[in-house]
């Protein structure tokens, strides 16, 4: 009754109190712990001793036994493990000698002469001097609980999905830490946890050391796992999420600024993750930190993810300030970073706040070489924990790819497994100050649908749109929608793009918008459909100075169906997504 029509008791330890009167009370049990519906309670069936007066000392514990039972616990008289071998054997409470007691101790199933015998209540309290066992029977000295006892109770409120000889499964959704404890657990050998286990402290994976997650991992509010250089955490099929309906802060990468992130033996300099088989990371605040927050010698984090998913993280991948280098010639190299088949999903389960709110599911800051094959990424619509200015990839001083996979059998590919953005306000941002280096792009056989911006990309060196599919749409009536905008970019290559009209979008939208080129580029064998213009040359788009004036943006062997406007030069119209403008 109370969880079906209580439905917010069922995030508690219910304990349920009766009295039954005299001529109903046909059981002779004080009380007992047990599951309904995979929700755990315990009942004092007797609230009383008498119809009119509660015996205090016996109530409590009582209590204290039944909540013994909620976490692991067993008679000491008739219900724990008395074979000596047994990975449950408490020998702090019966030691390794069969205690005397006043009944014939019979041979546990299982067991040879290696046993004892059970604690058999008052026949074992005359023999021995008190505190007593917690679980050793109704007395008021029955208080102690032995340090492997303690141990198991932690066990049950952590392995939340084994079942030893109690069922304590629900237990660890009960207790809700404020924070993660201080004294973390470290992993200084190889490890595999093919089990579900709720952490109530952070993990630090240490140099040398493998983690290898298989099972599920609840981390604790605010808790978080280190991967220090020299360690590897393996994610294969594992799931790390969070304990309770708030964020924990993730994985942290630790790297080091001035090593490669070449293997050396089998070895890398820095911390490495690898997730594969749908491994799942959710509800954190940064999924992969790919650094030592706040120390900025410790840079570099390496991270490879095949067919995992990032799912309603804050963020989901956060890289900066690092540059890789050959281990022999010193010569500059991509950043080791890939993801292939990934899935970085932010949807209305986001436990965001105030505090963390979504936007952007890749942070990169001046590093070069991330690669990005065939992963979709997507964002609900705009809400209190997730803001309108979203990015699947925003970059600053960084250079990337993004690229499909080939799905065909032939030479050259002829289909691919595209890359899929949906739902952001710029789907890819990726910009430069102008630097003496400014990084490159390349984005090829993707497809972007229900964003305002597909690619915005400005001041880079060199950008690469190629053979994708751009579905153009607005989400306000004061912006119009864009396929690709590129501002100061000093060498494009702009081909083979499909740019048109999203399915529900009502209002106009451009295709290319170029804003102030000074080089020499094309706009090459496009295609432009249902749009108010395909494209769109704004400012000067010449090489500055050049005595004729004739080199600078040309617009070659590119098709257009039923658009308002082909070319459009000049500044597009003020009005909220107007047509207008000179048609060139």
Same mark, same amino acid.
């Given at each position: 009754y109370v969880f079906d029509n209580y439905p917010e008791s069922q995030n508690v330890l219910n304990h349920i109190f009766t009295m039954p009167p005299a001529s109903c009370a046909n059981d002779n049990r004080w009380g007992y712990y047990s599951i309904y519906n995979g929700n755990a309670f315990v009942h004092t069936y007797y609230s009383m001793y008498s119809d009119w007066y509660v015996v205090w000392n016996d109530h409590i514990?009582?209590?204290?036994?039944? !909540?013994? /039972?909620?976490?692991?616990?067993?008679?000491?008289?008739?219900?724990?493990?008395?074979?000596?071998?047994?990975?449950?054997?408490?020998?702090?409470?019966?030691?390794?000698?069969?205690?005397?007691?006043?009944?014939?101790?019979?041979?546990?199933?299982?067991?040879?002469?290696? !046993?004892?015998?059970?604690?058999?209540?008052?026949?074992?309290? @005359?023999?021995? *001097?008190?505190? #007593?066992?917690?679980?050793?029977g109704n007395n008021i000295n029955s208080r102690y609980i032995s340090p492997k006892s303690a141990g198991r109770m932690h066990r049950a409120l952590s392995l939340y999905d084994n079942s030893f000889t109690v069922n304590n499964k629900p237990m660890h959704k009960y207790v809700k830490e404020k924070y993660s404890?201080?004294?973390?657990?470290?992993? *200084?050998?190889?490890?595999?946890?093919? #089990?579900?286990?709720?952490?109530?402290?952070?993990?630090?994976?240490?140099?040398?050391?493998?983690?290898?997650? *298989?099972?599920?991992?609840?981390m604790p509010i605010d808790g978080k796992i280190i991967v220090q250089p020299g360690a590897q955490l393996i994610i294969d099929g594992g799931?790390? *999420?969070?304990?309770?309906?708030?964020?924990?802060?993730?994985?942290?990468?630790?790297?080091?600024?001035?090593?490669?992130?070449?293997?050396?033996?089998g070895s890398y300099g820095q911390g490495y993750v690898e997730l594969k088989n749908g491994a799942t990371i959710e509800n954190a605040v940064c999924a992969l930190n790919l650094w030592r927050p706040d120390y900025w010698?410790?840079?570099?984090?390496?991270?490879?993810?095949?067919?995992?998913?990032?799912?309603?993280?804050?963020? &989901?991948?956060?890289?900066?300030? !690092?540059?890789? /280098?050959?281990?022999?010639?010193?010569?500059?190299?991509?950043?080791?970073?890939?993801?292939?088949?990934?899935? #970085?999903?932010?949807?209305?389960?986001?436990?965001?706040?105030?505090?963390?709110?979504f936007y952007k599911h890749v942070?990169?800051?001046?590093? %070069?070489?991330?690669?990005?094959? &065939?992963?979709? $990424?997507?964002? +609900? &619509?705009?809400?209190? @924990?997730?803001?309108?200015?979203?990015?699947g990839i925003a970059a600053n001083e960084a250079g990337f790819s993004v690229s499909g996979l080939c799905n065909s059998l032939v030479n050259p590919c002829t289909t691919y497994d595209q890359s899929i953005f949906l739902g952001f306000f710029t789907a890819i941002n990726a910009v430069s100050s102008g630097s003496k280096s400014p990084p490159a792009i390349t984005v090829t056989h993707s497809r972007f649908a229900d964003n305002d911006f597909g690619?915005?990309?400005?001041?880079?060196? /060199?950008?690469?749109?190629? +053979?994708?599919? $751009?579905?153009?749409?607005?989400?306000?009536?004061? =912006?119009?929608?864009?396929?690709? $905008? +590129?501002?100061?970019?000093?060498? $494009? +290559?702009?081909?083979?793009?499909?740019?048109?009209?999203?399915?529900? #979008?009502?209002?106009?939208?451009?295709?290319?918008?170029?804003?102030?080129?000074?080089?020499?580029?094309?706009?090459?064998?496009?295609? !432009? &459909?249902?749009?108010?213009?395909?494209?769109?040359?704004e400012g000067k788009n010449i090489i500055q100075g050049y005595p004729?004036?004739? =080199?600078?943006?040309?617009? %070659?062997?590119?098709?257009?169906?039923?658009n308002n406007l082909w070319l459009q030069h000049g500044a597009p119209d003020p009005r909220p997504c107007a047509g207008g403008g000179r048609a060139a």
């Open positions: 514990e009582h209590i204290a036994h039944e !909540y013994g /039972h909620a976490v692991g616990l067993h008679h000491t008289y008739d219900g724990e493990k008395r074979c000596i071998s047994h990975y449950d054997f408490l020998d702090d409470v019966f030691g390794l000698c069969s205690e005397e007691t006043c009944e014939p101790c019979s041979t546990p199933s299982g067991c040879e002469d290696d !046993y004892v015998c059970y604690l058999t209540k008052q026949c074992f309290w @005359n023999e021995q *001097t008190p505190p #007593f066992p917690l679980m050793s404890y201080s004294i973390p657990l470290t992993i *200084t050998s190889n490890e595999t946890w093919d #089990f579900a286990i709720k952490m109530y402290q952070d993990i630090v994976v240490a140099n040398n050391a493998i983690l290898t997650i *298989t099972g599920e991992v609840k799931r790390i *999420t969070s304990a309770h309906n708030q964020l924990w802060s993730g994985i942290e990468v630790w790297g080091n600024k001035n090593t490669h992130q070449y293997a050396v033996n010698s410790c840079t570099g984090g390496i991270v490879h993810a095949t067919d995992a998913v990032f799912r309603n993280n804050a963020k &989901a991948v956060h890289a900066l300030y !690092y540059k890789n /280098h050959h281990p022999v010639n010193g010569k500059e190299t991509d950043y080791n970073a890939n993801f292939t088949r990934c899935q #970085f999903v932010v949807d209305n389960n986001f436990l965001g706040d105030e505090d963390h709110v942070d990169l800051n001046h590093v %070069r070489g991330f690669k990005f094959r &065939a992963c979709e $990424f997507s964002v +609900s &619509a705009p809400s209190d @924990n997730i803001s309108y200015w979203t990015s690619v915005y990309m400005r001041k880079l060196s /060199h950008a690469t749109i190629l +053979s994708c599919d $751009f579905n153009v749409k607005r989400q306000d009536n004061w =912006l119009c929608g864009t396929g690709i $905008f +590129s501002e100061g970019v000093f060498n $494009f +290559s702009i081909e083979e793009n499909t740019l048109a009209k999203y399915n529900n #979008f009502n209002g106009n939208g451009y295709g290319v918008i170029v804003k102030g080129l000074d080089g020499q580029n094309q706009i090459y064998r496009n295609n !432009y &459909a249902g749009l108010h213009c395909g494209n769109l040359a004729s004036n004739y =080199l600078g943006l040309e617009y %070659r062997c590119n098709t257009n169906a039923r």
